[in-house]
Structure formats: C-alpha cells, structure tokens
C-alpha cells in the first residue's frame, strides 16, 4: 500500500521539493486538530521508512489513544526534502485509518454493556480492506468476513439464481462444511425457512425494531442473528437490546471522514 501511494504521489521526483538543498535538515510536528483514535502509525513510519530511512520519528501517543485537539502526535527530524516528498501521503493514512478507529469506537461506545458485537463490512476503500479491518478493531468494533473467500453470505441474488434458502444452504454445506455460512432473510417467512436448513448465522435485512424483537423470540438463542441496514449511532442502542448477536455497518468503513491532522516544521 505504502510503496503505490508513494509512486502515484512522487511518480519521477518532487519539484517543489528541489527549492530547498539536498544538506537542508529540519524537524516537524504532526498536531492533531480535533478528537480522535490515533490509528495508522505502522503506515506512517513506513512511508518514511521507504522514502528516507535516515528520517527519525518519535511517536508522543500510542497507537489506540484516545486524542484531543491540538495534540502533538510525534516529530520528525532529517532531510526537509524528504520530510516533504512523505508528508501527504503518510498523512493520508493516519488520517483515514484514524477516522475508520474512530467511528468504531463511537459505534462500540454505543452498544457498550449489551453483549452485542459491532461488526464491519466489506464496504472498504478499493485496496484498503486489510488496513480499514485493522482500524475497525483498533477502535473496538470486529471484523465480519475479510472477503468472498473466507465465509459464505447467501444473499437475495444468491437465492434467487440457486432456488431458495434451503437449496442454497445445502449446496453451500456440500461445497465447504466447515466454513461460516450465513444467510440473509428479508422477513419472518424466510426466517423460518432459513431456521429449518440451520446455517451457522442469519442476517435480518432491514428489520425495523418489532421484526427484530419478533425473530429473537421466534429463533430463541438457536442461531445466531446479526442485524444490517439503516442502522445509525441513534438508533443502534436500541436494536442492540433487542437480544441479536451482531450489528454490522457499512458505515464503519465507507462513511469515514478523515480526521483533521497537519504537519508543522519547527522554528
């Protein structure tokens, strides 16, 4: 991730960056300018790392910290070139990576004492899966499935082209026993017919408050239920106190708006 953000930013050299000698040394600040989770400092160091391994770093937070504004996350020191040329783009992963922890952390805030499990989606930037996964638990949420390999989501398209749950269901267990399988219901019918071909868990698309309490207490503890779809920081206490398993939210990766960091040379 590193070295593509690097050649799309630098391609064949910084221009602006020649105005100032190649012996000119300085030191910088990163000041973080409102609350956030500091997320992302494996990705910044390494940005350095590739651009300039002489440039020293000392962190002031710890990855996972609880930020204010106005806060100085760590300085710099070396080749001002090289500070520059790396400024942007390890800012724009500290800055997003920070954003994704830290609407994690709202949303795991929310459902605190519930036994609820806040789970992400693979609504992910193009080609930050793995780095928006690992923020997402960095500010206290789960990962749901990493991508189409890794667990089986039978969706309403997948229903529709196999013939049903139940045949969608069996045709999954005959392909890999031993892999997650979930199954998305779009009403109380489904629900019973995906409780009777027994899937690992069952994901209530869009039920609104009373059709969520109605298939906890149809489904009593037999399987697991996760609730998706317009679900808020408002409204997701309460569907978390209905008694399902898991919430997952798209939001968590595809919402985010990156928290306001900066860099400062020293006087």
Not at 64 to 74: I, V
Not at 187 to 206: F, G, K, S
Request: glycine share 6%; with cysteine.
């Amino acid at each position: 991730m590193v070295t593509r953000a690097i050649a799309e930013d630098l391609g064949k050299g910084d221009l602006s960056a020649q105005l100032i000698p190649i012996e000119q040394h300085a030191s910088a600040s990163i000041v973080c300018r409102e609350t956030a989770v500091l997320c992302g400092t494996t990705w910044f160091d390494e940005v350095f790392r590739q651009i300039d391994p002489s440039i020293s770093i000392k962190w002031l937070a710890q990855e996972g910290e609880t930020l204010s504004a106005k806060q100085t996350l760590c300085t710099l020191h070396g080749c001002a070139r090289s500070l520059l040329s790396g400024e942007r783009a390890a800012l724009n992963f500290l800055q997003s990576l920070s954003a994704t922890a830290s609407t994690a952390q709202r949303y795991a805030e929310a459902v605190a004492g519930t036994g609820v499990k806040v789970l992400d989606t693979r609504k992910t930037l193009p080609g930050w899966r793995l780095a928006q996964k690992y923020a997402v638990k960095v500010g206290g949420c789960h990962n749901h499935r990493i991508g189409l390999f890794d667990a089986f989501l039978i969706k309403e398209n997948h229903i529709a082209a196999v013939g049903g749950i139940s045949a969608a269901i069996s045709t999954a267990r005959k392909i890999n026993p031993n892999t997650l399988l979930e199954v998305e219901v779009e009403t109380l019918e489904q629900l019973q017919e995906a409780l009777a071909a027994q899937p690992d868990r069952i994901m209530l698309d869009n039920f609104d408050l009373p059709l969520l309490e109605q298939a906890v207490n149809l489904t009593a503890g037999k399987i697991d239920l996760e609730a998706s779809g317009n679900i808020t920081l408002a409204n997701i206490r309460t569907k978390a106190e209905t008694g399902v398993n898991y919430i997952s939210i798209g939001a968590l990766t595809k919402d985010i708006k990156a928290i306001d960091l900066s860099m400062r040379f020293n006087p």
